[in-house]
């Protein structure tokens, strides 16, 4: 099948609201919705404490988890893996071929992410806004607050970056998952899964969706950067 | 030093709130099916499953890898209930006291496929170690799985026979992929492969790959269902396992396997004797 027939047949797929199809695109953003709800709060108050807090560590922390940045997501899922299996440490919560053991594999790729990139965008935040903070006598939470308004949108690239590398990975899903048909499917296992049968429409109907989620999240983004600097 | 405390007070109650919103997103417990790719991707399962988990009440999960994975998963206990084809690797899962209440269910057979032009001049034979001997020769690119499959396992002990190395030979390509992958590849090259005839089938219009060698006793491919042992495994879900394997085999389920023709031609034929 060539290229311009594979895609037009991925259009009708699309236009025909293929009812497997749409199943599958909601398990990768309830998945990856889940995932970012989580990992965000998180990655952001770990990064702020590593920008404002001194402790003993807390360089070689922040260079693991830069390092942790390149990580290959096959590994985060074998890691897992081994932790959720019956055989694993967590072997009774039964976690392992559900969506949850997908959420919990996507929130390990996208914390060091999220870390590193709260880290940097704090540090690099005029001094004077925590200092006019403290001066006016703000409580701890109030000065985090004012800190981490200032550098919303370096946070929101952040949560963008995070956001698309979780979405799009493929290794820990298919690992932890199991690409279970209708329950833990997502996007890239069924694409990878109906490029292997040599089912191109699919697939590229597909990689579509994706890509339009992306450029959704993104242009929401960009849209409240906008209203709020004009 | 107060910042931190509050900080660390804060994460705990986030924390609390999540881990709570992540168990009540968990899944009920359902039955896990380990298989083989080739009775998953030729839509088998599909085709065969509904009924049964209509009439049991219970939804069947697929985990669809290869053989040794699917042996694999199910020492590990991470699945209920497992149908492969590796006849010999089935006995010594039960005999180890991983599995219980193996049982034949169906075969389907192997086929040797390969290109048009059939460079190794292969075509029309039964007797398939004689043809591989002759791609051997000729040099000729075979694509192997190479994943430990079942299927990967019948094609070395084919070599293992004709005392052939096939460990680093130029024309030997091992793909490490699943069987329609290396059917595309094989396709794409040109090349001979060893392939189960459902798989096959369901890609033989997008290939141009022709059966070469057929019909060989060799090529007999049987699927064998074993249930996870509970005793090594309790929090299996052995009842629904059971139940498979007894819808497997009985008068219902063999119907349902020999009515599964995908563009009328059967792939599957269920075991005579029970």
Request: with cysteine.
């Amino acid at each position: 099948m060539g290229f311009v027939e594979a895609t037009g047949a991925a259009l009708r797929l699309l236009l025909s609201a293929d009812p497997e199809l749409w199943g599958i695109v909601g398990v990768s953003l309830s998945v990856t919705l889940r995932a970012m709800l989580i990992a965000m709060p998180l990655g952001v108050g770990v990064g702020y404490l590593l920008a404002t807090v001194q402790f003993p560590g807390r360089r070689l922390l922040i260079v693991v988890t830069q390092g942790l940045l390149a990580s290959p997501t096959v590994v985060v899922g074998l890691l897992l893996y081994l932790l959720l299996s019956r055989q694993g440490l967590f072997g009774q919560l039964h976690l392992l071929f559900t969506q949850t053991a997908m959420v919990i594999g996507q929130v390990l790729i996208a914390l060091p992410v999220l870390i590193a990139f709260a880290l940097s965008a704090i540090q690099g935040a005029d001094p004077r806004a925590r200092e006019t903070a403290v001066a006016l006598g703000a409580s701890a939470p109030r000065i985090a607050w004012t800190l981490l308004v200032e550098v919303r949108f370096a946070l929101m690239a952040a949560v963008c970056n995070a956001f698309g590398r979780v979405v799009s990975e493929i290794g820990c899903s298919l690992m932890v998952g199991g690409n279970i048909a209708g329950v833990t499917r997502n996007i890239p296992t069924a694409i990878a899964l109906e490029t292997s049968k040599g089912e191109f429409a699919q697939g590229i109907a597909l990689g579509i969706v994706l890509l339009l989620v992306a450029l959704a999240v993104n242009s929401a983004f960009a849209y409240f950067q906008g209203e709020s600097r004009r | 030093m107060t910042s931190t405390f509050l900080g660390w007070r804060h994460l705990a109650a986030t924390l609390a709130l999540l881990s709570a919103f992540l168990s009540s997103a968990s899944e009920a417990r359902d039955l896990r099916l380990a298989t083989t790719t080739s009775t998953d991707h030729s839509g088998l399962l599909r085709a065969i499953l509904p009924p049964f988990e209509r009439e049991r009440g219970c939804r069947v999960q697929v985990v669809a890898v290869g053989t040794g994975k699917a042996l694999k998963l199910a020492e590990n206990g991470d699945v209920d209930v497992v149908l492969v084809h590796d006849r010999q690797a089935e006995q010594a899962f039960v005999a180890a006291g991983h599995g219980l209440d193996r049982r034949d269910v169906m075969y389907n057979d192997f086929v040797l496929v390969g290109p048009r032009s059939d460079p190794a001049t292969v075509r029309g034979g039964r007797d398939v170690l004689h043809a591989l001997r002759r791609i051997a020769a000729g040099q000729v690119r075979f694509v192997s799985r190479g994943d430990d499959s079942g299927t990967d396992r019948m094609e070395r002990s084919y070599w293992e026979q004709l005392g052939i190395s096939v460990r680093g030979a130029p024309w030997h390509v091992s793909a490490g992929l699943g069987m329609s992958e290396v059917l595309t590849m094989a396709g794409e090259m040109q090349a001979y492969t060893l392939a189960d005839r459902a798989t096959y089938a369901t890609t033989r219009a997008r290939t141009g790959l022709e059966i070469m060698v057929q019909g060989d006793r060799r090529l007999f491919n049987p699927y064998g269902v074993i249930a996870v042992n509970p005793k090594k495994h309790p929090d299996v879900n052995f009842a629904d396992a059971t139940a498979l394997i007894d819808w497997l085999t009985s008068p219902a389920g063999r119907s349902a396997i020999s009515a599964f023709r995908p563009g009328g031609e059967q792939l599957f034929f269920v075991t005579a004797d029970r």
